[in-house]
């Protein structure tokens, strides 16, 4: 397997566990209106170590860099353009609402 393409696979997992992640946020906002509550019931879905909202942010703007890094660098070849490019797109996209939210809930 060549580099580029375990590049590739690497970073459509890490996207999808950040849109895993935000889909979860989504339904467990939908239960809730109280912004409070929805914090806590979001955070008994991860483990004791990982109960910090900030931190859950932190790992996802991480792992949407290294994604939107790795689809930037696998667009080259031609195998992987067509779905490197929207992929990347996706990754700025998901970034800045991750940023966005980090910095309103602080």
Known sequence: ?????????????????????????????????????????????????????????????ILLVFAGLAFVRTRRRKTFRSYAIPLGIICGILLVYRLFVLLLLE
Request: no cysteine; hydrophobic share 55%.
């Open 1 to 61: 397997m060549r580099k580029s393409t375990l590049l590739f696979i690497v970073a459509i997992i890490f996207l999808i566990l950040v849109i895993a992640d935000s889909i979860l946020w989504l339904s467990v906002n939908s239960e809730t209106f109280d912004i409070s509550d929805t914090n806590i019931l979001y955070l008994k879905y991860y483990p004791e170590f990982l109960q910090d909202f900030t931190l859950l942010n932190i790992i996802a703007i």
